[in-house]
C-alpha cells in the first residue's frame, strides 16, 4: 500500500479563503487521519478569524510570521514569530493580528471525535 496521500505539498488551489484571510488544510480527516488535525492560518491586519472560543480536545498554534494579541483564558499578551501557543481543553482562547502585515501561523489539534474516544 502507498502512502502518497501523506505527503502534503502547498497548493493554492486547496487554500480556503474566508473574511479575514485563508486557512491552508494539510491533514485532516480528509487524508484519514482521526486523531489530529493540522492547517496554517493566516489572518489579515487587525482581524481575527473568530471571536475567543473554546473547545474539546487540546491545541496547538506556532507563529511564523506576524504579531498577534493572544488570550488564554483571562491572559491577553502580545507574541512574536517563533513563539508557540498551547490551549488546553475547554479554556477560551483566541488571536487577534495587531500587526500590519499578516500572521501566519501552524495549528495543530485534537479533533472532538479523538477526545471523546471515537480515534483510533
Not at 1 to 11: P, S, V
Not at 39 to 50: A, N, Y
Not at 87 to 98: I, R, S, T
Amino acid at each position: 500500500m502507498t502512502h502518497d496521500h501523506c505527503i502534503i505539498e502547498w497548493n493554492d488551489s486547496a487554500k480556503q479563503f474566508h473574511a479575514t484571510g485563508y486557512r491552508m488544510p494539510y491533514v485532516d480527516d480528509s487524508r484519514g487521519a482521526q486523531q489530529m488535525f493540522f492547517h496554517m492560518s493566516v489572518i489579515d491586519p487587525g482581524k481575527m478569524v473568530h471571536p475567543p472560543h473554546e473547545h474539546a480536545g487540546e491545541e496547538i498554534m506556532f507563529i511564523l510570521e506576524g504579531t498577534g494579541e493572544v488570550q488564554i483564558g483571562e491572559t491577553k499578551r502580545i507574541v512574536h514569530p517563533l513563539t508557540a501557543l498551547f490551549f488546553p481543553e475547554h479554556v477560551m482562547h483566541g488571536l487577534l493580528n495587531v500587526g500590519t502585515s499578516p500572521i501566519r501561523y501552524l495549528v495543530a489539534r485534537v479533533p472532538p471525535s479523538a477526545v471523546l474516544g471515537g480515534g483510533s
